[in-house]
């Protein structure tokens, strides 16, 4: 399994960092799906590091890990269906972005990044942050002005340059593209797939804990990274002739920024002309997600997306807290999502909780 050009094939070089092809711009990924074997997990690792010969590094890429991975599993009854969540707020930063990041800083020491610049709406660039502190890179993280102040906080708190970009979030992006111009490495959890292999450990962990796969998977979706890592690692899993079929996925997005569900419901023709609004769940809110091409490829049959309405976020909000699970509004789509369609859902249901409620503070 190699990483190229989803384009023009090019191979990902094995030295520097680019964020995309430099022969023609497309994006790079795997060319081969993740390859999960259970003889070949390494028990006495850490976290989600027992899985390391998934993730496809160098040899000596060093072991980053700040206590990822290994995130409680909680099992609810909802109206007689047997849910679980998967609490990813409990990851070191306070959301799942640190599975991906942790694989990422891995490459980045491998590839002797020392600097390096990220663009985020606050979890991506707290974990940026808070792994770039742990191996000395140098860290500077563009954000849209409208984002969490704890998650600003934490950023700075690391010691990473935070840069407050006025406008949407499309602004942040193009800001820290000026960086890059300028010879700063990229370390883009949106573009580099590096990520991806860490999201999948979400997959391995549920088999591990349930000896299976569950019915359906709801989980919150932004440029599609999460989304795209769990499909990844579940089918994984189905080659390997550990599990017999695939989940049903639900992607949920928040209405008024819902890139994917119009792609999913309406083709790809109509998110050019999408009209998009801001939302209190502002760690989805992606005008141009980088995976959307690869989640129209790779949804399994029967899988759909969601879009949740602006009135419905911070009563799931609410709703999930009476259950004693406290997250932020991008997590709590996945609650209101499953409420509108319980009975359609195959059990057991398993919701991702991405981040936690720590990380959001009502305006």
């Given at each position: 399994m190699q990483?190229?050009?989803?384009?023009?094939?090019?191979?990902?070089?094995?030295?520097?960092?680019?964020?995309?092809?430099?022969?023609?711009?497309?994006?790079?990924?795997?060319?081969?799906?993740?390859?999960?074997?259970?003889?070949?997990?390494?028990?006495?690792?850490?976290?989600m590091w027992r899985?390391?010969?998934?993730?496809?590094?160098?040899?000596?890429a060093p072991l980053v890990y700040l206590g990822e991975g290994n995130t409680p599993l909680v099992w609810l009854d909802v109206e007689g269906k047997q849910v679980g969540v998967k609490v990813e707020g409990q990851n070191p930063s306070g959301s799942f972005k640190d599975r991906g990041v942790a694989v990422t800083t891995s490459q980045l020491v491998a590839r002797?990044?020392?600097?390096?610049?990220?663009?985020?709406?606050?979890?991506?660039?707290?974990?940026?942050?808070?792994?770039?502190?742990?191996?000395?890179?140098?860290?500077?993280?563009?954000?849209?002005?409208?984002?969490?102040?704890?998650?600003?906080?934490?950023?700075?708190?690391?010691g990473a340059e935070l840069v407050r970009v006025p406008g949407p979030r499309s602004a942040a992006a193009d800001a820290v593209l000026a960086e890059v111009r300028r010879g700063k490495a990229y370390a883009s959890h949106a573009c580099l797939p590096f990520g991806l292999?860490?999201?999948?450990?979400?997959?391995?962990?549920?088999?591990?804990?349930?000896?299976?796969?569950?019915?359906?998977?709801?989980?919150?979706?932004?440029?599609?990274?999460?989304?795209?890592?769990?499909?990844r690692g579940f089918r994984a899993l189905q080659t390997g002739g550990y599990i017999a079929k695939m989940p049903l996925f639900l992607g949920v997005q928040a209405a008024n920024c819902a890139p994917i569900w119009t792609a999913f419901e309406d083709g790809l023709a109509a998110v050019e002309t999408l009209v998009t609004e801001g939302t209190v769940a502002g760690g989805v809110a992606v005008r141009y997600p980088r995976q959307l091409p690869a989640l129209m490829r790779e949804m399994p049959v029967g899988s759909r997306m969601a879009a949740v309405q602006e009135e419905d976020i911070l009563p799931a909000v609410q709703a999930l807290a009476h259950q004693g699970l406290y997250v932020e509004p991008s997590s709590a789509l996945v609650w209101a999502a499953m409420m509108e369609c319980l009975e359609d859902l195959?059990?057991?249901?398993?919701?991702?909780?991405?981040?936690?409620?720590?990380?959001?503070?009502?305006?």
């Open positions: 990483i190229r050009c989803t384009d023009c094939s090019c191979s990902y070089p094995e030295t520097g960092l680019p964020y995309v092809c430099p022969q023609c711009g497309g994006l790079f990924d795997f060319d081969g799906p993740l390859e999960f074997h259970l003889e070949k997990v390494e028990v006495e690792q850490p976290g899985y390391r010969h998934a993730f496809a590094l160098f040899d000596d002797g990044i020392t600097q390096a610049v990220e663009d985020s709406s606050g979890n991506a660039g707290a974990a940026f942050a808070a792994y770039a502190a742990k191996v000395g890179i140098g860290a500077k993280v563009f954000v849209p002005e409208y984002a969490s102040g704890p998650k600003t906080g934490q950023i700075e708190a690391y292999a860490g999201y999948a450990t979400i997959a391995y962990e549920l088999y591990e804990a349930m000896g299976d796969a569950p019915g359906t998977i709801v989980a919150p979706v932004g440029h599609g990274g999460l989304l795209l890592g769990l499909i195959l059990e057991p249901v398993m919701l991702i909780l991405s981040g936690s409620g720590l990380k959001y503070t009502k305006k």
